[in-house]
């Protein structure tokens, strides 16, 4: 079922200036409204996802086989950005959204905190390493946004340094846009209330506690220097050719209904299909059934 | 329901000298025998799979969540290696056992035919370059063996080199097991009329004409002498370090049965659990209740 007032990508797309505040976490935009309230909602959206999820597979394999034959240049691919606050559930999207894919065809990235080595570079050397190849649909979990983002909040470089980088994230996505890689930049907007939850969550359940990291507090300590920090970036950073998006992330249901939609509807902006052979169908198949280019014999036909 | 005669990984497991021929691409080796016959095997089989993979996901994490607690060195990772001739089912293995874990912690890798930077190296190179990240599975598509198969074959090499390569990899696969890596190798053994079928459906359906490459039927003109190589490397490879096994793949559902069971049984013997919090529990829980280490406030529960 379509959307209500047009695609996900259209209802989710944010532009300057964003207000976060302005966006409900827990708000199901999009969502159609026929649909009615209630557990009922969540029960179809997920039935949703289920059906997106093979269109998705469909979809990844033809980027994939696009690329192994080389019939376009550039070749193609896909990059989803993930961003969010702890707990904001970029995991849990992952799991479900790419787990509907082919693992073979995924390049799926998380980055923590820099390295040594990836100090003594610029803060984009460790992005451009990890991009995903042509066919492939890439997955980051952070960004180069955590260089506008904690690096800002925490005062790890000089305000001049973060500043200078908004232009060039600007560049640096324009130029993969150019390079045959689409971009979709997503948000995972939670709220203090949901994110505090969460936490506790991860605090009560001993299977848990891997996930759950003492600096989380002090992040959670600076919500609304946060908040302002990923306002800027997306209203910097929001552009037509590396747009962001704004997922309320409350509800696992709908940021799941929302992020497959995305990605389903950036996949239809491909124009995507299975390439022609580009070999000669017929002969190939008269070599198959005489036995192949060797020694082997005829195909037998296995009566099953 | 447990295999019959012990576990799958015993049941595969291949010992010098290894006799392909011996082995009936068709057969079911460990499938209870109670399940009967016919139809009624696959479904139940299909099944089976599908109780695996919630386990299969719940040991990913396990395995995950220990490394990134650091409570134990050297930090464990699994590796399952996959060979097969062509149409052997690498893809669609990975597709569906792979498909059950979570996509963050998967490390997959495909290896084709060596880039001229990589014939610029050891034929180890490319393959250290991408082992699995402490807590991840790996799963490689063909791998380090080509290089004594088609290496072989083809006549890429002069003798005494790929004759040289098996003590290498020998002393490449028990260094890695002391360095953590659990490594499991899969030969998915496919019979030549199933592969002529599977080549001839490839050529029928337009979707599929980008899996077909012509050089396919060389390989498959060389049957006989690609069976042997096979043979050799798993005889004088399969180490008590890192097992060959071999899994009949003429039948799919049988396959990846089989390759489930063998990583869940492999998962069983690293004595996975999820840590001990690495920090004071009841401390953590009152900062996050008194509102965080900062400006944020304290939790508001939402009533949901």
Same mark, same amino acid.
């Given at each position: 079922?379509?959307?209500?007032?047009?695609?996900?990508?259209?209802?989710?797309?944010?532009?300057?200036?964003?207000?976060?505040?302005?966006?409900?976490?827990?708000?199901?935009?999009?969502?159609?409204?026929?649909?009615?309230?209630?557990?009922?909602?969540?029960?179809?959206?997920?039935?949703?996802?289920?059906?997106?999820?093979?269109?998705?597979? *469909?979809?990844?394999?033809?980027?994939?086989?696009?690329?192994?034959?080389?019939?376009?240049?550039?070749?193609?691919?896909?990059?989803?950005?993930?961003?969010?606050?702890?707990?904001?559930?970029?995991?849990?999207?992952?799991?479900?959204?790419?787990?509907?894919?082919?693992?073979?065809?995924?390049?799926?990235?998380?980055?923590?905190?820099?390295?040594?080595?990836?100090?003594?570079?610029?803060?984009?050397?460790?992005?451009?390493?990890?991009?995903?190849?042509?066919?492939?649909?890439?997955?980051?979990?952070?960004?180069?946004?955590?260089?506008?983002?904690?690096?800002?909040?925490?005062?790890?470089?000089?305000?001049?340094?973060?500043?200078?980088?908004?232009?060039?994230?600007?560049?640096?996505?324009?130029?993969?846009?150019?390079?045959?890689?689409?971009?979709?930049?997503?948000?995972?907007?939670?709220?203090?209330?949901?994110?505090?939850?969460?936490?506790?969550?991860?605090?009560?359940?001993?299977?848990?506690?891997?996930?759950?990291?003492?600096?989380?507090?002090?992040?959670?300590?600076?919500?609304?220097?946060?908040?302002?920090?990923?306002?800027?970036?997306?209203?910097?950073?929001?552009?037509?050719?590396?747009?962001?998006?704004?997922?309320?992330?409350?509800?696992?249901?709908? *940021?799941?209904?929302?992020?497959?939609?995305?990605?389903?509807?950036?996949?239809?902006?491909?124009?995507?299909?299975?390439?022609?052979?580009?070999?000669?169908?017929?002969?190939?198949?008269?070599?198959?059934?005489?036995?192949?280019?060797?020694?082997?014999?005829?195909?037998?036909?296995?009566?099953?």
């Amino acid at each position: 079922m379509a959307p209500d007032g047009g695609s996900v990508r259209e209802v989710l797309r944010v532009s300057a200036p964003v207000d976060l505040g302005a966006i409900d976490p827990r708000s199901t935009p999009g969502l159609p409204a026929s649909v009615g309230r209630g557990e009922h909602r969540k029960t179809w959206a997920r039935e949703q996802v289920e059906l997106v999820d093979e269109e998705l597979g *469909r979809q990844q394999e033809m980027l994939f086989a696009m690329a192994r034959t080389g019939s376009r240049r550039p070749v193609q691919r896909v990059l989803v950005v993930l961003q969010a606050m702890d707990c904001g559930g970029k995991d849990g999207t992952i799991k479900r959204v790419a787990g509907a894919m082919n693992p073979l065809g995924l390049h799926i990235r998380s980055f923590g905190p820099p390295t040594s080595e990836e100090l003594r570079h610029d803060f984009l050397w460790r992005i451009r390493r990890e991009l995903p190849p042509p066919g492939y649909v890439g997955m980051f979990n952070r960004s180069h946004y955590e260089d506008v983002l904690i690096a800002r909040i925490g005062a790890l470089v000089p305000e001049a340094t973060w500043r200078a980088r908004y232009d060039e994230i600007n560049s640096f996505e324009r130029e993969l846009t150019e390079d045959g890689v689409t971009v979709v930049k997503v948000m995972l907007h939670i709220s203090y209330a949901e994110q505090g939850e969460r936490l506790l969550g991860r605090l009560d359940d001993p299977r848990k506690h891997w996930k759950y990291d003492p600096s989380d507090l002090d992040s959670r300590g600076h919500w609304d220097d946060y908040q302002a920090a990923y306002a800027e970036a997306l209203s910097r950073c929001g552009t037509d050719a590396a747009p962001w998006f704004v997922v309320p992330a409350d509800r696992k249901w709908y *940021r799941d209904w929302a992020v497959a939609h995305l990605l389903r509807e950036t996949f239809d902006t491909l124009d995507l299909g299975y390439p022609a052979a580009d070999f000669d169908v017929a002969r190939e198949r008269e070599r198959l059934l005489a036995g192949g280019a060797g020694a082997g014999g005829a195909v037998e036909m296995n009566g099953r």
